[in-house]
């Protein structure tokens, strides 16, 4: 007897995705869930009865600027970033999320005010929505779930604070080289303009590193 296939929930852009690539998308999170916190039996159901799949085309906006960010995106295959406006006028690169890692504009997530980031997708991405009203109650059903949550949130943080003391401690040639070695793949995917930005540097400045390299 075959087993029954589960009712996905997929929003009118992924209606064109092939069902196939479903189950190992949810197969991948729960992988992901595991590794950090094992949880009881019913989670999985719960998952994918209350949460969506979505695709989104390159350039689509996925997050507005002075919009609440109510939905967390776990990313099985794309490219996205994040950018805010300074008071001059000038766009600053937030960072990149791809494959494996979750998106969302944190400040405005966990409390639920207006976003001070725009977040774009840079590449064809397909993922896994959650809002936040359901997150609050895996935690309430599954308190397990919260070590989940905790864990995710840290790494993200960590990683901004990386970059703020990168910003801060190392020279531009230092910060194009500790991409270059931790995240090569963004280098090969993501235009020039926004690699700069990100370092806090001129695209002038950037071609010159990258030729004496």
């Not at 190992?24 to 729960?30: H, V």
């Not at 350039?59 to 609440?68: A, S």
């Not at 776990?74 to 766009?91: H, P, Q, R, T």
Request: contains cysteine.
């Amino acid at each position: 007897m075959s087993k029954k296939q589960p009712k996905y929930n997929i929003s009118k852009s992924a209606a064109n995705l092939s069902i196939d690539s479903f189950g190992p998308m949810y197969n991948w999170m729960f992988e992901l869930f595991e590794r950090i916190q094992p949880s009881r039996k019913g989670l999985k159901k719960m998952i994918i009865q209350d949460t969506r799949i979505e695709f989104f085309r390159k350039g689509e906006i996925i997050q507005e600027n002075n919009k609440i960010n109510r939905q967390c995106y776990f990313v099985f295959k794309g490219l996205v970033m994040a950018s805010y406006i300074k008071d001059n006028g000038e766009e600053v690169t937030s960072w990149f999320m791809r494959e494996n890692d979750v998106v969302i504009s944190v400040r405005s997530f966990f409390t639920q005010q207006p976003s001070r980031e725009v977040i774009i997708a840079l590449e064809d991405t397909i993922c896994i929505s959650l809002s936040y009203e359901f997150l609050q109650k895996i935690y309430g059903v599954f308190t397990e779930f919260n070590f989940v949550g905790r864990v995710l949130t840290e790494k993200y943080y960590i990683q901004m604070e990386e970059r703020a003391y990168s910003l801060r401690m190392d020279n531009a040639t230092q910060r194009y080289n500790k991409l270059l070695t931790n995240h090569p793949d963004i280098l090969q995917r993501v235009p020039l303009k926004y690699i700069a930005s990100y370092l806090g540097i001129t695209p002038q400045s950037l071609s010159r590193i990258r030729r004496k390299k």
